[in-house]
């Protein structure tokens, strides 16, 4: 191998150890809400499935409403319908999210530990790394995609378009030329 690593190989070793950070670091904290962000992050409070603030169009009637009920426009004689919400549904979700968690964390680790094992790679002008580092550059460029696709909010759009830009970024810079060279072996010569 040769000796004297490009300058383009150090530039994409390093971007790609940026790149798992940004994906990874992210990632991480924002499932244990360090963004503000992310299930579980806020206790469910009674608010949430009531306006307490409510205040009918002209005030309460004194005396109670008509009938013991409350006017609601169902045309029930002004008797509230015996209304009990589905939450299995949302404890279903919340199941789901839980076991969603601990695959994200598993899968947030293994990005980091595959960009430092192709980093490392990288620095020792190593084959495989260079086509470990394309391959995760290609994978954190594709998982880039649904976040422009459902836009939330500007962060969101400029989040996802620095990933693409440095996956885009790491998988040119591994195959110009010069990068090449230095993972083609050294021919001996008798």
Known sequence: MNTQRPAVVTIAASLLLILSLFVAGLG??????????????QPFGAS???NRNFNPQGGFPQ?????????????????TPNFT????????????F????????????????????????????????ATLAIVLASLLFIMAIPGLLRISSAMVVIENVVRMLLAVAIVVLLLLPSARKSYLPVKETL
Request: charged letters at 15%; zero cysteines; proline letters at 5%.
């Open 98 to 129: 839980r076991l969603i968690r601990p695959v994200t964390m598993v899968f947030n680790v293994l990005v980091l530990v595959l960009a430092t094992v192709a980093a490392i790679g990288l620095f020792k002008s190593k084959r495989w790394a």
């Open 85 to 96: 919400p589905n939450r299995q549904l949302g404890v279903g979700f919340a199941r789901i």
């Open 28 to 41: 991480i904290a924002n499932q244990y809400g360090l963004l503000g962000q992310g299930f579980g992050n």
């Open 48 to 50: 949430q499935i009531r």
């Open 63 to 79: 005396g109670g409403f008509p009938q013991g009920g409350f006017p609601n426009d169902q045309n029930n004689s002004g008797r």
